[in-house]
């Protein structure tokens, strides 16, 4: 069964500090890895795509990795700020079909003055 | 004026009352989805359309139906609303042109049935 599992579940962090968010995966054969933020009470946004022959890709203060042979990717953030504070979510995306995206459970991320 | 508008917001019913939710898009895509959110679990797919003829099931359509009554519109129907479908329902969009897939959501609906 594909799998995408977020790591860790909550986190706070004071203002300013860096973080870094784990997403493992069991997704076979893979197309592509999303991160997405979800503001509370908004709907999920993409923050950046991770293709197979990528390893790392910055938006901004964020930046992803994968590793494609360990099915592991993080997502890093610099230099923490209060709009940061959100729900992470992995999602990754199988070969065949639009059946095979599977979305992580998230990592909510408190960022406190 | 949000690209994915769901209406409404936020709703309470009771058991067995029908339920419909609306989702309305201005982004031109083909495809659109209806997700649901429960806490601790990540994003379920209820249904899926690639077009206004196609409809596909996802992993947990039981107790749901849908209609896409155009392509801008997919609408959700809870035939009778019981307690555990109480969650955050989110519509969602992509364009079949692309080879990422992105999805994008609208803002959600909050259901609760008493």
């Known amino acids: 069964k594909n799998q995408v599992e977020q790591s860790p579940q909550s986190l706070i962090i004071l203002e300013g500090k860096n973080c870094t968010l784990q997403?493992?995966?069991?997704?076979?054969?893979?197309?592509?890895l999303r991160w997405y933020k979800q503001d509370t009470g908004r709907g999920p946004v993409s923050l950046t795509i991770?293709?197979?022959?990528?390893n790392t890709k910055s938006n901004g203060r964020y930046t992803a990795t994968l590793d494609a042979d360990t099915k592991q990717s993080s997502l890093h953030i610099t230099a923490s700020q209060l709009s940061d504070s959100a729900s992470y979510i992995c999602?990754?995306?199988?070969?065949?079909?639009?059946?095979?995206?599977?979305f992580g459970t998230g990592t909510k991320l408190q960022v406190i003055p | 004026d949000a690209d994915v508008t769901q209406t409404p917001r936020n709703r309470i019913t009771k058991t067995g009352k029908r339920i419909m939710l609306e989702c309305s898009q201005t982004?031109?895509?083909?495809?659109m989805y209806w997700y649901r959110q429960d806490p601790g679990l990540g994003l379920r797919l209820i249904y899926y359309?690639?077009?206004?003829?196609?409809?596909n099931k996802g992993e947990i359509s039981d107790g749901y139906s849908v209609s896409r009554q155009a392509q801008a519109k997919f609408s959700l129907s809870l035939e009778s609303a019981i307690p555990n479908q109480t969650a955050l329902y989110f519509c969602?969009?992509?364009?079949?042109?692309?080879?990422?897939?992105?999805?994008?959501f609208g803002e959600g609906s909050r259901l609760t049935v008493l």
């Open positions: 969602a969009t992509s364009d079949s042109s692309g080879l990422t897939g992105e999805l994008f």
């Open positions: 991770m293709t197979f022959s990528e």
């Open positions: 359309s690639f077009d206004v003829k196609d409809i």
């Open positions: 997403c493992n995966y069991t997704v076979s054969p893979f197309s592509n």
């Open positions: 999602v990754v995306k199988g070969s065949g079909g639009y059946q095979k995206v599977t």
């Open positions: 982004k031109g895509h083909d495809r």
